[in-house]
């Protein structure tokens, strides 16, 4: 199936998939008026699949925020923030509440979507994050934007990359037609200087000079991107903000933005950390900037008539940071506990999925993938199995979850989700085992008086691990 206007229905997707894990937590209550519980709104009705419909094969847009905290949305509980246009992608589609990153920092994250597979799967997953010029993601490794490629779709990257850098890493070397964006971890937003100094805005693999607020060229390009004749071609758009990722620099704030550029060019290596900077205030307005910016370019893709055959999946690369609102979720970003790999998840087809729909499966970045191969009408490498399961089956075709396992590791820290029960050792080395149905918040450790679950879940991991790259060093 490579046209753009070949059609699928319930019979093209060949076979059972399987999919996510079984009946997640029950959620407890957010403090937001709006949101009566982080499992449910007023407005939601649980997830059902609306059945047999035929549509083209869909546009992907995948939009990703940067370090943004699973209740940072005010759909998601936000007390104090307000996201008018993501609480609306959600009441036209779905949200998911028991969804999780494929790791608890940014580039592990980025491998684990791009790929479909555990971060540990190759050499560059290791870096957690890339900081090492020589890291980056294998060219030769199968991406969702190569297969896709291969598939007859136009694919683009926009925004943070940070799978490796130039001179051998680059999206436009794994599958990306189109690269517009920075390759590192962090920049200074309107200087674009990252965190060695160094200019970090390019157009393809030749940088490429604006220094306007970062946010605003992101948005601009990706409402260009979807508007633009693709030659009858369907389209990828992997979008990555960096917002709302230090440094705390809101559109305006030029002088911060001169202070921060001067301790750089000064020779201050962690100016960019920003960490006598911010505040909650300033965390706001960079997330409802970032939630203007997503608004701005799904009225570009409604303005070009191409919304109702184009799926849109929203999600962050990891847990919070500092001024992040998790509540009531333990730990952040950089942690394997719930704050640190739990975030927003929103998916809109308007072609085969109804609004305004909740659901509690367990889903985490690799699912996405499996699912976007499948709804292209395409496979994973042969050589290169994935570790995400699509959810085709059961958002397209209502099919019930299968039981599986979510696992994560990182140095010094793992954990694995079976059903509501999470096994986590952190760094103190110590084995816990938390019920998540009734403890979200991660505190009622349950490993004294479930030994036999706790040895069944730790060995399940181990069994993971031993299939894994061991880290260096």
């Known amino acids: 199936m490579s046209s753009s206007d070949s059609t699928f229905s319930r019979r093209a997707f060949a076979g059972a998939v399987s999919v996510t894990a079984a009946a997640a937590a029950g959620l407890g209550a957010s403090p937001a008026a709006a949101a009566e519980s982080h499992g449910q709104t007023p407005s939601e009705r649980p997830f059902r699949a609306a059945g047999d419909r035929r549509s083209r094969r869909p546009n992907i847009l995948f939009i990703l925020g940067d370090d943004l905290g699973w209740a940072d949305l005010s759909s998601y509980g936000s007390p104090n923030i307000r996201t008018p246009h993501l609480d609306a992608l959600a009441r036209q589609g779905v949200r998911f509440t028991d969804a999780y990153s494929g790791s608890a920092t940014c580039s592990p994250t ?10 540990g799967r190759t050499p560059g997953g290791l870096a957690e994050p890339i900081a090492d010029r020589t890291a980056g993601l294998d060219p030769t490794h199968p991406t969702l934007a190569s297969l896709l490629k291969e598939a007859g779709y136009a694919t683009a990257l926009i925004g943070k990359w940070h799978a490796g850098y130039l001179p051998d890493h680059s999206p436009t070397r794994s599958g990306w037609d189109t690269f517009f964006g920075n390759f590192g971890g962090a920049l200074e937003y309107y200087s674009k200087l990252g965190l060695g100094g160094e200019y970090d805005l390019y157009e393809g693999d030749a940088t490429y000079k604006d220094l306007r607020y970062y946010t605003r060229i992101i948005t601009e390009r990706a409402s260009e991107y ?24 809101a559109d305006g704030d030029t002088a911060e933005s001169a202070e921060i550029v001067r301790r750089i060019k000064a020779g201050d290596g962690r100016a960019l950390w920003h960490q006598d900077g911010g505040s909650i205030d300033k965390y706001r307005e960079m997330v409802e900037d970032l939630d203007r910016s997503v608004g701005e370019v799904l009225k570009a893709l409604k303005r070009s008539g191409q919304e109702k055959d184009t799926l849109v999946v929203f999600s962050s690369d ?33 072609a085969r999925l109804d609004g305004g729909q909740v659901s509690r499966v367990p889903v985490f970045s690799p ?99 031993a299939g894994l790259l061991p880290y260096p060093g």
């Open 110 to 119: 980025r491998f684990s979507l791009y790929t479909g597979r555990y971060p």
């Open 226 to 249: 979807v508007t633009r004749d693709h030659g009858g071609k369907p389209w990828l758009l992997n979008l990555n903000f960096t917002t709302p990722h230090w440094p705390w620099i």
């Open 318 to 350: 990891n847990g919070g940071e500092r001024f992040s609102y998790n509540w009531p979720l333990s730990g952040n970003k950089a942690s394997l506990q719930e704050g640190g790999i739990r975030v927003p998840n929103i998916v809109r087809w308007p």
């Open 367 to 465: 699912d996405w993938t499996a699912t976007l191969l499948e709804v292209a009408g395409t496979r994973p490498h042969r050589a290169y199995p994935l570790d995400g399961v699509s959810l085709a089956g059961y958002l397209l075709r209502g099919e019930r979850p299968a039981e599986r396992d979510l696992f994560w590791r990182v140095r010094g820290e793992r954990a694995l989700r079976r059903g509501n029960w999470k096994y986590y050792r952190g760094k103190a080395g110590r084995d816990q085992l938390f019920d998540l149905a009734g403890d979200i918040r991660e505190q009622a450790d349950k490993a004294a008086v479930e030994p036999a679950r706790l040895a069944e879940l730790r060995a399940a991991w181990e069994s993971v691990n």
